[in-house]
């Protein structure tokens, strides 16, 4: 007996060190490829049969969302094995393999009346797995480009992890006229430049729209009365509404605080400019900067406790950050040039702002500390940068040199790929980008 | 004048000289003989040489080409044959590994998520039933841990011959028929085995075990006596016994298979080379919030070097729920996606590579 546990004893000690010395294999991967991800949209079925032409738009445009990130390569469907007639239908896996198409988008439309209604499934192809669950979205054939844009979104969220920005609309101004006498007025369209509607006629210059929080209503600078004045317009009904100034005064570089409630905005009185915030509900103003020099374009952090903006207070523009009650305010750019527009990220870790250096302008992001500055575009005439609602893509206007030069809206990643023009009519800038729609 | 001693002597002298004269010449044929080694290879023999020795750098030294070389020597033929068949490792044979058959997949899909939700609402996924979807190709899964265990069961563990006799006890264990055998063995089964590791392993700690010592020469009988052992054993009265057995064979068997599955150690070359099978398929965003996150996985693979069943686990991060997912769901694909037909590992090692554990960094990939 005594010999039998002994011998338990010795085994044990025996199989100890034995398990041990075999562990998994161990290895650490730092080096990846940066490529898009590879994926494939077939046609969504058509449940019924006015739902044809629909089906194939809305497949079109998913597929046009995701790839003109740049972070997404379609699959053509020449290259298809298997084709999708089902929405029901089980997945070939294997077939979508072969042709490396590492996602899969089903999907299928009904069309009653003009009410529109469109589901779809994501799968991985590689691991055979459905990512997330399905979804259906409702709505009225005249809004299919909303559901194309729905269906991109959940698809760019569910692979990126990040939320999607596609379901979201852009206020401008859009121009038009020789560059000596250009007509501006406020535009607004879907991200990718469809759906325009004007906001605002001709009649007097216009700048700087800003959308509100929820984008229900755009902030903006007009000179209708000859001097700059800060404007509210609803963006549903087109109601205006004037913020008040004392005469003399110019105020102009608005934007609304993370609740909508308020409006930080620059005001210029006796050749000194400095940073405001009123109340629309009270119209109370409150100084938050004192300086000499020029304070302006302030924007709020995403937590609304802090304010980046722009001052030659050092003798030269450069961007500053203070407590959104003012205060003293802390440097935070220190390359060589000029800096201006800073805009927040959403994301709340990036600046992202307007350079010029050297002759040329550019378009950069900083970290708040001012380290890590990436500029991501270089051209004669770059600025007014505005944010993605997920923080990801930056668009900004472009002008051309010369008399002849024309303005027109970029975007590009902050990765700094993905440099492309927003496709408008006419002559556009001053982006202001706003909320993913509910 | 002359004397008998002055003749002999100069007699001796001439003699000498003359020896030495002479002596020289002879003593430097030797030379000659050596010289005459290299000379002696004929020409043709040497071209031939040459000429068999000629392709030997471009591969293995292995081949043929010695013979001539000593001319008389005896023809080296069979031995030559034997460095091939060693180098043969390459057989290896990972015979099925394919995976095409199972497409059609999944059985039905439940329409499901059928959600209506007002104009642009993303409707909740009502769908409860999300159909597992296709199980791609599961293939072979031939290897089975018990078996292979038995076998090879060579760990590097020191003493080669104990360690077989303990294996093959635990092998039978699995068949407790046996139970027929005598009583006897119980005793001396046990101790074979036991003696055979315990002695050795006790012995550096005690000093003083002579006395046991003699028991171990008597056993001198094959693995059956132990195999036997260990049923008598239980059918012994006391259940404590069986369970003192059972937990016995269930460690040695635990120490078996691992010991089986040691194996010689991977190269640094083999580990690089499955990295960097991975490293293309790693697909980072650096824009993404992702990039920022380390996340370490684990999965297992089967001999022809897939991930068994698809299954990879997420066993660490260091970010936030969604960036963990979006992380762990681009260390998975670049993993599933490389596979293709199975990673290509050494066969021979299988047991230091069936687990995998893979830390996907992408620190240095960050946007600067």
């Known amino acids: 007996m005594m010999k039998r546990f002994l011998t338990l004893l010795v085994a044990l000690m025996l199989a100890g060190p034995v398990l041990a010395q075999n562990g998994p294999l161990r290895l650490t991967i730092t080096d990846g490829v940066i490529e898009p991800i590879t994926f494939a949209v077939p046609s969504f079925e058509a449940e019924t049969a006015a739902a044809q032409q629909v089906a194939s738009d809305i497949s079109r445009l998913v597929v046009q969302d995701l790839a003109g990130t740049g972070l997404f390569r379609e699959v053509p469907a020449t290259a298809f094995i298997s084709q999708v007639s089902s929405f029901a239908q089980p997945v070939a896996f294997a077939d979508w393999r072969a042709i490396n198409s590492q996602a899969l988008v089903v999907g299928a439309v009904t069309v009653n009346g003009d009410q529109l209604a469109v589901k779809f499934r994501l799968y991985d192809v590689f691991s055979g797995q459905e990512l997330g669950q399905g979804l259906q979205f409702a709505g009225t054939t005249a809004g299919w480009r909303r559901m194309g844009h729905k269906v991109a979104d959940a698809v760019y969220s569910r692979i990126t992890g990040e939320g999607g920005y596609f379901d979201s609309r852009v206020v401008f101004v859009s121009e038009s006229g020789p560059k000596d006498n250009r007509q501006k007025r406020l535009g607004i369209m879907d991200f990718d430049g469809a759906n325009v509607q004007f906001l605002t006629d001709s009649s007097s210059i216009v700048l700087a729209p800003r959308f509100s929080p929820n984008g229900d209503r755009v902030l903006y600078t007009s000179f209708e009365s000859g001097f700059p004045r800060i404007n509210v317009i609803n963006v549903a009904t087109v109601g205006r509404q004037q913020l008040q100034t004392a005469p003399g005064e110019m105020a102009f570089s608005p934007r609304f605080s993370r609740d909508g409630a308020q409006v930080i905005y620059s005001l210029s009185n006796g050749g000194n400019t400095d940073i405001y915030r009123t109340n629309l509900g009270t119209g109370q103003h409150v100084r938050l900067t004192s300086a000499p020099s020029i304070e302006t374009a302030p924007s709020l952090s995403p937590d609304g406790s802090q304010i980046v903006f722009e001052s030659d207070r050092s003798g030269n523009q450069q961007l500053y950050v203070m407590s959104a009650n003012g205060g003293e305010a802390r440097r935070i750019s220190f390359g060589e040039g000029r800096y201006g527009t800073p805009v927040w990220s959403p994301r709340g870790d990036l600046v992202a702002f307007t350079k010029q250096n050297a002759g040329r302008f550019h378009i950069g992001v900083m970290r708040l500390d001012g380290s890590e500055e990436r500029l991501l575009t270089s051209s004669f005439l770059d600025e007014g940068p505005t944010w993605s609602p997920n923080g990801r893509v930056i668009m900004f206007s472009r002008e051309t040199q010369g008399a002849g030069g024309t303005s027109s809206m970029y975007s590009v990643d902050i990765s700094g790929r993905n440099l492309k023009a927003v496709p408008v009519q006419g002559g556009a800038s001053d982006p202001s980008w706003g909320p993913l729609q509910p | ?368």
């Open chain 2, 1 to 368: 004048m002359a004397t008998p001693g002055t003749i002999i002597s100069g007699i001796g002298h001439v003699g000498l000289i003359g020896w030495l004269i002479v002596g020289w010449g002879l003593t430097s044929e030797p030379l000659q003989i050596q010289t005459m080694d290299v000379s002696v290879i004929s020409g043709e023999e040497f071209e031939q040489m040459r000429a068999r020795t000629t392709p030997e750098p471009g591969t293995a030294e292995p081949t043929a080409p010695v013979p001539p070389i000593v001319d008389e020597a005896p023809p080296p033929p069979p031995a030559e044959e034997d460095p091939p068949q060693v180098a043969s490792p390459p057989e290896p044979v990972e015979p099925p590994v394919e995976e095409a058959p199972p497409p059609e997949a999944p059985p039905a899909l439940p329409e499901t998520e059928v959600t209506v939700a007002p104009p642009v609402e993303p409707a909740p996924p009502v769908a409860p039933p999300p159909t597992p979807d296709v199980e791609v190709s599961e293939t072979p899964t031939p290897p089975q841990a018990p078996t292979v265990a038995s076998t090879i069961s060579e760990p590097p563990a020191p003493d080669a011959r104990v360690d077989d006799i303990v294996r093959e006890e635990v092998v039978p264990d699995d068949s407790a028929d046996a139970e027929v055998i005598a009583e006897e063995q119980e005793a001396t089964a046990p101790e074979e085995t036991t003696t055979a590791i315990v002695i050795e392993d006790l012995a550096p700690s005690t000093s003083v075990r002579p006395s046991t010592r003699p028991s171990r020469p008597t056993p001198p009988e094959p693995t059956q006596t132990a195999q036997q052992d260990t049923p008598t054993t239980t059918t012994e009265p006391q259940a404590n016994e069986e369970d003192v057995s059972a937990a016995l064979e269930a460690a040695l068997g635990a120490a078996d298979a691992p010991a089986i599955a040691a194996g010689p150690p991977m190269t640094g070359a083999e580990r690089d080379s499955f990295r960097v099978s991975v490293n293309r398929c790693w697909n980072v965003d650096p824009g993404s919030v992702a990039a920022r996150v380390t996340v370490e996985v684990g999965f297992s693979l089967d001999r022809s070097g897939r991930v068994e069943g698809n299954e990879v686990q997420l066993l660490s991060s260091d970010g936030d729920q969604s960036a963990t997912n979006t992380a762990f769901e681009a260390a998975r694909r670049a993993i599933l996606r490389c596979q293709s037909g199975g990673y290509q590992l050494p066969a021979d090692k299988y047991d230091q590579w069936r687990d995998v554990v893979i830390t996907f960094d992408p620190s240095g990939m960050r946007l600067r």
